[in-house]
């Protein structure tokens, strides 16, 4: 176990960052390749939120890699509904981290864990901020893969950035974060930590891979079955998917897994090869609006 991973609310001695200008407050959850923790940002005095590479992947160049492109994406998509970076370092131990605004609410997941489906007005609401995200990244944002500066792209150097689409991968409402506002919930879009770089002019992918990156429940056909020229569409299935489930508190191919386990490998053959049941015929359907 990294021994940042046993760090709560009452240590206050890890900082990280220039003149330790971040100080780890507690750790707010951790995936593949990375830990994120609350932090507090002493220069400017706000909380944010810092992901730092795993002490036990940090001899992997190839995972090295493959966070570095992950800050890199989430630092060139200025949106809004994206999560937004705002510096990023290494520590004296040599692990890269990157720092990201602080998020308070839930996840999209989490709401649906309590509510099961949602009401249409509130789901056209939702989904039309998670297109605004993902229209940002799949119309294309001029990207360095060389330097990973976040303000880098700001005034691009033709020589050094190109136009670029990214394709996340792993749309999911585990990755749609809802912020509470007096106008309603904010949509942030996060983790782009598989997510796909398309060249805008050419059919060069990078980031691309033989086997499946993502979640199998939301994982379009063309992903699951591993193509090497997977572009936005994908993204779109899944959020077709997830559409779905807010409105019904289903899936579209009658599993019911709020109530029941359902394996990876049955969301493999669903999705790759399973015709989906129209909304129209789930068991709400009564519930709205036929026209």
């Not at 994120?36 to 190839?62: F, H, I, N, Q, W």
């Not at 890199?72 to 990201?100: E, R, W």
């Not at 007005?121 to 939702?126: D, G, I």
Request: hydrophobic fraction near 35%; charged fraction near 20%; include cysteine.
């Amino acid at each position: 176990m990294d021994h940042l991973e046993t760090i709560n609310s009452n240590s206050s001695h890890y900082w990280i960052g220039e003149d330790k200008r971040y100080r780890l407050v507690d750790r707010l959850g951790g995936g593949g390749m990375g830990n994120v923790y609350l932090a507090m940002d002493t220069r400017l005095g706000k909380p944010v939120a810092l992901k730092l590479l795993k002490e036990s992947l940090a001899d992997d160049e190839s995972i090295r890699v493959r966070f570095e492109w992950e800050l890199a994406i989430c630092a060139a998509l200025k949106s809004q509904h994206i999560v937004q970076v705002s510096d990023y370092g290494v520590t004296p131990q040599g692990y890269p981290f990157y720092v990201m605004e602080y998020l308070e609410g839930q996840t999209l997941g989490q709401l649906l864990s309590q509510t099961k489906k949602l009401p249409p007005q509130q789901v056209c609401q939702l989904v039309t901020q998670i297109c605004a995200g993902l229209q940002v990244a799949h119309e294309g944002v001029m990207f360095s893969g060389e330097r990973i500066d976040p303000n880098d792209c700001a005034a691009p150097n033709p020589q050094k950035c190109d136009l670029v689409k990214v394709v996340h991968r792993d749309l999911k409402p585990e990755n749609i974060f809802l912020v509470p506002t007096a106008l309603g919930d904010l949509v942030k879009i996060i983790d782009f930590g598989i997510a796909k770089i398309r060249h805008f002019h050419t059919a060069d992918y990078t980031n691309a891979t033989n086997f499946f990156l993502g979640t199998c429940h939301y994982a379009s056909p063309e992903q699951i079955k591993g193509a090497k020229n997977l572009d936005e569409r994908s993204d779109i299935y899944s959020l077709g998917l997830i559409i779905y489930e807010m409105l019904s508190g289903f899936d579209p191919f009658g599993f019911n897994f709020r109530q029941n386990r359902v394996s990876g490998e049955e969301w493999i053959v669903a999705n790759a090869s399973t015709t989906p049941q129209p909304l129209r015929s789930s068991p709400i359907a009564n519930s709205y609006p036929q026209n």
